[in-house]
């Protein structure tokens, strides 16, 4: 089962739900959490490295661009580091 057989978590399932939240603490210190790291080919995605990218950049108190950080991505570049895998059965 995709959701692990947790009653909580089908009960639940097709509802909006938080993938990344940011905080900014008293003394200024910043940082981000993000739950859509499961799969290596959302790397692919511009929005998907975008809304990474500017939080990295926001935490790092650097300037976030205006239409945020754009980069750009190869098929080949995303293949490269990547461990060979069996096929699923």
Known sequence: DAHGG???VQKHMGEPEHMMWA???PDGGRG???TGGHYHKN???DDFRKVVLNAILWSAKLEVPEDGAVTTVTPEQLAANLDPKGQRK
Do not use: D, I, T
């Open 6 to 8: 947790n009653p909580e």
């Open 23 to 25: 905080l900014q603490r």
């Open 32 to 34: 981000f959490g993000f």
């Open 43 to 45: 790397w692919g995605n």
